[in-house]
């Protein structure tokens, strides 16, 4: 069963037009993120919520917001897409247990820009 | 439209034979690391995770090997599968300042042929 659950699993947009891509998990993680990932390449960590504070990385462009309304979903807002935003969005989880910081990620969605 | 990847590092394995993957990370501080498997157009899969207290770590058909001293990382796939097939990317974490987010490897495409 799946237990990160990204919707849709592909998204097409416009250029400049406001897209919002969902997160929504049942381990009821306190961690959420969302990674970029672009062909070939590894995933790009955007931002994550430890529980309600939000983490931004120094180098995410000001185009992505997110949202996190309770425990179980997150959103990611991009503003005004860019054909250089086109790319796999990752959604992850994760509880830290000790030392471990196992992230667990839901199947991603490919957004393409037009 | 996307960007134009980089070109992943490749190998190719025989089915049944061992498979080594490695990986070189940056960070002396990091304590803790973690092996990924990504399926083409899928979200990356847990596969086996390792402290900085240990330098072997065995899972089912697979063994990572932490060399501190030179900071490298290898995942070992024995009898290797044509489910195998994937790209591989290490990951590591400094869990002792708190740092929640995971810096991932440029990743290693296996390809298993029958």
């Not at chain 1, 990204?6 to 416009?14: G, L, S």
């Not at chain 1, 860019?82 to 989880?93: E, H, P, Q, R």
């Not at chain 2, 960007?3 to 304590?31: F, K, M, R, W």
Request: with cysteine; aromatic share 10%.
């Amino acid at each position: 069963d799946a237990m990160v659950i990204q919707n849709p699993r592909y998204q097409v947009t416009q250029f400049g037009k406001p897209v919002t891509l969902s997160c929504s998990q049942t381990l009821n993680h306190n961690v959420m993120y969302w990674y970029q990932q672009k062909s070939s390449q590894a995933p790009k960590l955007l931002f994550h919520y430890y529980d309600k504070d939000f983490n931004n990385e120094a180098d995410t462009p000001d185009n992505f917001q997110s949202r996190r309304p309770n425990t179980s979903f997150c959103f990611l807002d991009i503003r005004s897409p860019g054909l250089g935003d086109a790319a796999m969005y990752l959604c992850a989880t994760s509880i830290r247990q000790g030392a471990k910081n196992i992230q667990y990620f839901g199947a991603g969605t490919r957004l393409s820009v037009l | 439209g996307e960007s134009v990847g980089l070109h992943l590092p490749t190998l190719s394995v025989q089915e049944g034979d061992n498979s080594i993957i490695n990986c070189a990370y940056s960070n002396s501080a990091s304590d803790y690391f973690i092996w990924y498997k990504q399926e083409s157009g899928k979200g990356p899969q847990f596969i086996i995770d390792i402290r900085s207290n240990m330098d072997k770590r065995q899972g089912q058909r697979v063994t990572v090997l932490l060399n501190k001293t030179v900071k490298h990382l290898s995942l070992q796939i024995a009898a290797t599968q044509p489910g195998d097939s994937a790209v591989y990317f290490c990951a590591e974490n400094e869990t002792r300042t708190g740092r929640r987010a995971l810096t991932f490897g440029s990743g290693t495409r296996l390809q298993v042929q029958p």
